[in-house]
């Protein structure tokens, strides 16, 4: 019996730092050429559509230069990556930011959805069947270079 109760504190106190992590504190993903890629959990309550919890990221160019960062966003949903063959480019991300700049999502729908993930959908009066969640993501090449004008 003092087994099963000392796992289930443990399984709770485990879950509450988990959320906490999740949604309090940035976490660095990315460091390249000055430009620092930091992203976090958070619960979103959008202007229109259903509640959801979405990964904002957070780009800082921590240098005295104007860069432009260029990724392609892979998104694995339940496991699997649905983004990795995008023949169209719609996951490429381009972005031109000034020297000591930082640039960071929202949860509006207005924001900048280059640096707004959706991960899941939160709102209980969602009936989507089979909803997707993302299970990882990846900012795959990655590029850092001088902005051209």
Not at 18 to 23: D, F, G
Not at 67 to 88: A, R, S
Not at 125 to 142: C, Q, S
Request: include cysteine.
């Amino acid at each position: 019996m003092k087994t099963l109760l000392l796992a289930i504190l443990l399984l709770a106190v485990t879950a509450t730092t988990t959320h906490a992590q999740k949604n309090d504190e940035w976490r660095t993903v990315k460091e390249e050429n000055g430009i620092v890629v930091k992203f976090k959990y958070t619960d979103c309550d959008p202007e229109a559509g259903f509640d959801q919890e979405s990964v904002l990221l957070q780009v800082t160019n921590t240098t005295n230069d104007v860069l432009t960062v260029d990724w392609d966003l892979q998104l694995w949903y339940n496991g699997v990556c649905k983004t990795c063959e995008d023949p169209y480019g719609e996951y490429v991300r381009t972005i031109e930011i000034g020297a000591g700049a930082v640039m960071e999502g929202t949860c509006s729908i207005r924001g900048d959805y280059r640096f707004n993930i959706f991960s899941k959908f939160t709102d209980p009066n969602f009936k989507g069947k089979n909803p997707d969640e993302l299970t990882r993501f990846e900012l795959a090449n990655f590029k850092v270079t001088k902005f051209q004008h």
